[in-house]
């Protein structure tokens, strides 16, 4: 059973960098049928993507957050990871890691539980 | 962009209650379609793909249709359990965008 889990400072600073790692457990990231996102949910709002990798390193991201993202994989350790750049109180939201099954359902089928950040000095 | 707007915002129905939401895309998407379950505090739970199809182990009282741009999920006699927040997710193209979400309240 594929297993992930977020991990990363549930603070920071505005004007800082949101660092955020998802571990993946029970299968490997270099599976060619997945791909690994990132998707978040303000307080009491809905679900955004944010952006997308592929183990190979090809990447996805959301428009209005892309000067400010960067997805980055590391097989060796089965984790991916998320960097957001000049965040305001505005990216205070639980942040998912899941899995996008690129073969079979093409969803996605596999989530993180989810780790709240709170942007605030 | 492709634009998913989902209706209603909320909906309040009894158990045993037939309940459908609907998705709109702003341009076709095929079957592109995943519709999601989630409660207070939990990650979203992956409910339909390809618009119509369950994914395993979900309950067949869940049920989806449509193609291009016009969506519904089916509910088709609400268990407590089921009384959460419901979202649609396009994926036929970047970026992948969902729909608002429609909260499920008991009457």
């Known amino acids: 059973q594929l297993q992930l889990q977020e991990s990363g400072p549930g603070l920071v600073k505005p004007s800082g960098t949101l660092s955020l790692t998802c571990t993946v457990s029970?299968?490997?990231?270099?599976?060619?049928?997945?791909?690994w996102v990132w998707v978040r949910q303000p307080p009491g709002k809905g679900l955004e993507w944010i952006g997308t990798?592929?183990?190979?390193?090809?990447?996805y991201y959301t428009p209005s957050l892309k000067s400010r993202i960067t997805i980055s994989v590391d097989t060796s350790k089965n984790q991916f990871s998320l960097k957001l750049t000049s965040v305001t109180p505005a990216d205070t939201a639980v942040y998912y890691c899941?899995?996008?099954?690129?073969?079979?359902?093409?969803?996605?089928?596999?989530w993180g539980q989810g780790t709240l950040v709170t942007v605030s000095s | 962009d492709i634009q998913m707007t989902q209706s209603p915002s909320s909906l309040s129905a009894s158990v045993g209650d037939r309940v459908t939401i609907t998705c709109r895309a702003s341009?076709?998407?095929?079957?592109?379609l995943g519709w999601y379950q989630q409660k207070p505090g939990k990650a979203p739970k992956h409910l339909i793909y390809?618009?119509?199809s369950l994914q395993s182990g979900v309950p067949s009282r869940f049920s989806g249709s449509g193609s291009g741009t016009e969506f519904t999920l089916t509910i088709s006699s609400l268990q407590p359990e089921d009384f959460a927040t419901y979202f649609c997710?396009?994926?036929?193209?970047?970026?992948?965008?969902f729909g608002q979400g429609t909260r499920l309240e008991i009457k």
């Open positions: 899941a899995r996008h099954d690129w073969v079979g359902t093409r969803n996605f089928d596999y």
């Open positions: 029970g299968g490997s990231i270099s599976s060619s049928s997945s791909y």
């Open positions: 990798i592929y183990y190979r390193g090809n990447t």
């Open positions: 341009q076709a998407i095929r079957n592109d």
């Open positions: 390809g618009a119509s």
């Open positions: 997710l396009q994926h036929n193209s970047y970026p992948i965008t």
